[in-house]
C-alpha cells in the first residue's frame, strides 16, 4: 500500500497519519447516540471482540473445573501461566516477526522509521531492546498476571466475591462485558498519572518508557511494580456481580491487548492494497513525548485533563505551549 494516501512522512523517515486522532463519545454533553452507534465498531473490531472471543475459548477449552479450582495448587496454576505464556509468544511474536525482524512492510505506516535492533543500546539488557522486553515480560509479566488470574479463579470457585451467573443476569453481564474495557482504560489512566509522578517515574515506570520507540515485545515490558498495579485492575470482579469468563476476558484485555499500543504502525497490510487500522497512534504519541495520552481515548480522559494529542500538527504547537507553561511556572 502507499501509505503517502494516508499520511506524510517527515524527512527523518517518521510518518504520521494524516487524519486526527478523536476521543470516544460515550460522555459527550450535548450526547449523541448517532455518534456513539458511529464509534461502535471501531471500539469492537479488530481487538475487543477477538479477545472477547479468545477469553471464551480458554474458559470453555482450557480452564480447569470448579472443584479443581477450589485448590491452589501448582498443576492447574502452571496451566494457566503456559497458556497466556502461549498466546503472548504467538501474538506478540508473530507480529515482532513479520514486522520488525522480516520487515514485511518495510517502513510504511511505521511511526518511527528507525527499527530498535539497528541501535543497539546500553539502556537494555544485552544492549538490544527485543531481548530485554522478552525477558522481563516473561520472568515478571507473565508471572504475576498468571498470580491475579489463579487468585480470581480460586475465589470464584470458593464463593469469595459476588460473582453471578449468565442465566439469572444476562443483562447485567453482556453491558459489564461491554464496558469492561473503558474499565481498563480508566484503571490504566489512574495508576499511569501515578507511576509518572517523578520519584516513581525515575524508580518504576522508567523500565518501560527505556523503549521510546517501542515494538511488540515492550507491550509488557515493565518493572514488577508496574505489574503489580497494571493487572489490579482485575480486582473489579471481588468487588461487583461478575462471572469468570468476564474475569479472563479483562485480563487478556490487560495483557494481550497491551500490544495495541506497542505494534508501531498505523495499519497492516493484507494485501497489495488491503490492511487494518492497529488504533496504536495515541499510546505512540506517549512514548515519544511522555506526558500526552495518558490513556487511549476510549474516555476522554487526556482532553479533560489537557493532556490529549490528536497526532495533527495542530496537536504539537498545543502540546508545547503546555510544556512552555509548565515551564515557566517552575521558574525555568
Known amino acids: 500500500m502507499d501509505d503517502t494516501r494516508f499520511g506524510t512522512r517527515d524527512k527523518r523517515g517518521n510518518w504520521r497519519p494524516d487524519a486526527p ?9 450535548p450526547w449523541s447516540a448517532r455518534r456513539v452507534l458511529v464509534w461502535l465498531p471501531g471500539y469492537l473490531l479488530p481487538w475487543n471482540l477477538a479477545f472477547f472471543m479468545l477469553s471464551g475459548a480458554l474458559w470453555f477449552g482450557m480452564t480447569p473445573g ?14 494457566i501461566f503456559l497458556r497466556n505464556s502461549a498466546l503472548v509468544l504467538a501474538l506478540f511474536g508473530a507480529l515482532e516477526l513479520r514486522l520488525y525482524i522480516r520487515r514485511r512492510q518495510g517502513s ?44 480470581l479463579l480460586w475465589a470464584w470457585a470458593n464463593g469469595y466475591g459476588p460473582w453471578a451467573l449468565w442465566g439469572e443476569h444476562p443483562l447485567w453481564l453482556g453491558v459489564f462485558a461491554l464496558i469492561l474495557p ?78 495495541i499500543g506497542h505494534i508501531g ?3 497492516i497490510e493484507t494485501g497489495p492494497e488491503s490492511g487494518f487500522d492497529t488504533h496504536a497512534y495515541a499510546h505512540y504519541l506517549h512514548h515519544k513525548y511522555f506526558e500526552v495520552n495518558y490513556a487511549d481515548g476510549g474516555l476522554p480522559l487526556d482532553k479533560w ?17 503546555r510544556f512552555r507553561r509548565k515551564k515557566e511556572s517552575r521558574g525555568g
Not at 68 to 77: K, N, R, V
Open 21 to 29: 486522532l478523536r476521543v470516544g463519545p460515550l460522555p459527550d454533553f
Open 66 to 79: 470448579r472443584e479443581t479450582l477450589q485448590t491452589l495448587a501448582p498443576g492447574w496454576i502452571a496451566l
Open 108 to 151: 510504511r505506516f511505521k511511526y518511527n522509521g528507525a527499527f530498535p535492533a539497528d541501535k543497539p543500546s546500553d539502556t537494555f539488557l544485552f544492549r538490544s531492546q527485543a531481548k530485554d522486553n522478552v525477558l522481563r515480560t516473561f520472568v515478571s509479566g507473565l508471572p504475576i498476571w498468571t498470580a491475579y488470574e489463579a487468585g
Open 182 to 259: 473503558l474499565l481498563h482504560e480508566l484503571h490504566f489512566y489512574a495508576i499511569h498519572r501515578m507511576i509518572h509522578i517523578p520519584v516513581l517515574y525515575r524508580l518504576v515506570h522508567s523500565v518501560h518508557h527505556n523503549s521510546v520507540n517501542p515494538s511488540p515485545w515492550s507491550s509488557l515490558s515493565m518493572h514488577p511494580v508496574e505489574h503489580l498495579l497494571y493487572w489490579s485492575g482485575s480486582l473489579i470482579h471481588l468487588l461487583l456481580p461478575s462471572h469468570p469468563l468476564l474475569a479472563i476476558y479483562h485480563l487478556q484485555t490487560a495483557g494481550i491487548g497491551a500490544v
Open 265 to 267: 504502525f498505523d495499519k
Open 305 to 321: 485533563m489537557g493532556t490529549w494529542h490528536d497526532g495533527t500538527p495542530e496537536g504539537d504547537r498545543k502540546m508545547q505551549e
